[in-house]
């Protein structure tokens, strides 16, 4: 597991809690749950949902080239996601390793693949191995310009459901004591991923709206 000292993730903001956003320093998994389950819709079609693609998207009121930057540093998982802490870069450049908190411990690895000209940015992520990294969350983002005619970001972003959720390919190397795999959480991804897309709204306006950017300088 790793044990470098913790990113001095969103220490450019005074307050001790950006205000909407939730993460796993603030609300553990027991207080979230109802959270996510609030946000599952019986409703809709269960295949809808929870077939083999899990998109969910967000306008956010932050310049589109600075939320593209902000999210093609792989340190930025750091702030908005629910439960990747502790990112260090391994032996092999652009490749990084933290923990996974949803999965108790875990270590997930994770490579970004960013292109400037598209402004799309592709985390490729496994957890316990950096070898095969086969979750990839793809991610666009768009002038809202363009498609809303207003100022700001449109941000895009699909989950594929790769066969290896529902069949954990390393088995050998899982955590002992372990009780989950990714994949038993992914009739929750639809509702997970929107709180973590909240998250990147939230921090994205409130630097925007203080006059700070959107990227900080501690991952200059």
Known sequence: MTTAAPLPALS???EDVVPGVLRIENSDKDETAPIIMDM???VYPHEQVFGDYCPVNAYIAAPPREVYEYLADTRS???WTYSLRGFVETDEPGLWVSDDRIGKHTE???????NPDAMTVDYHCAWDQGKHLWMIYLIRVVDAQVVFNKPGSVVLWTNCRHPFYDNNPFPELAPEGRPVWVGDFWDMFAAGHQLEMDNLKAICEYR???GLPIKPKWMD
Not at 108 to 114: D, L, P
């Open 40 to 42: 599952l819709r019986s």
């Open 77 to 79: 998982l750091e702030e």
């Open 208 to 210: 925007a709206t203080h």
């Open 108 to 114: 997930i690895y994770t490579r970004t693949v960013a």
């Open 12 to 14: 450019d903001i005074d």
